[in-house]
């Protein structure tokens, strides 16, 4: 009997060519899809809740496919976990039903971006934070992420996708958007319906910009204008980017 299964994963992005399968080159879809494959004794698709870049990291991401192996939750999850490797984890595997989706079903998604202020960045830090010892007026940049919650046109913000074609909208609602200070590190944490390619790395560009003293928040306001095509950025670098959760 066919079995929806839902799981949770981590990884690090480091070594991978994102999350999408892409011929000859090793990602994060790729290598759970040849693992689960391995276990079910023939190929099975794996969905993922999006599509994170290059070098972006996840402490939860969601993923399903369907098998009709019978072979228990906690067994299937330590069995992954012995077939992967160290870089990507199963942390959770359970029961979903038939129809779901971790895409088409996500109410919301929250990514947080690690910046690392001080002069030297720690050899253990750099792939995991974007390294910006300069000048900056952090008060500024924290000032202007909230300008990002609401509902706005975030055409701005995305890098060309091969959907833009399909004249799909770009408006998303982002319920919080805020940023802070823990020590070295200047963190934004955005939580939104859903977000566009380099939608993030864009958001962190341009509130860096208005670190800088380059942008104030209405001119960070006026890249939210329906109809502006102007492009705001530029895109922070991946690996500073994490996904934090995904909800349902």
Known sequence: MARRIKITLSY?????????????????????QAVISEIEEKHVDVAGSGR??????????????????????????????????????????????????????????????????????????????????????????????????????????????????????KVRTVFDSRAWVEGDRLIYRVRGSGFLKHMVRN????LLEAGKGNLDAEGVRAFLQPGITVKAGPTAPARGLFLVSVEY
Not at 203 to 206: A, D, K, M, P, R
């Open 12 to 32: 690090d992005g480091t070594g991978f060519h994102g999350w999408q399968v892409q011929p000859g080159l090793e990602t994060i879809q790729g290598t759970v």
């Open 52 to 169: 994170t870049d290059a070098g972006v990291h996840a402490l939860a991401q969601t993923a399903a496919f369907t098998i009709d192996n019978p072979i228990p939750l906690y067994n299937l999850r330590k069995a992954m976990n012995r077939l992967l490797p160290p870089a990507i984890r199963i942390i959770a595997a359970e029961e979903a039903a038939p129809e779901f989706h971790p895409r088409h079903d996500t109410r919301a998604k929250t990514y947080e971006y690690r910046i690392w202020r001080a002069e030297v960045c720690p050899p253990f830090e750099r792939l995991y934070v974007h390294h910006y010892p300069y000048p900056m007026d952090v008060e500024a940049l924290i000032s202007c992420a909230g300008v990002f919650a609401g509902e706005h046109d975030f055409t701005s913000f995305a890098a060309s996708d091969d959907k833009d074609a399909l004249g799909l909208s």
């Open 203 to 206: 958001l962190v560009g341009t």
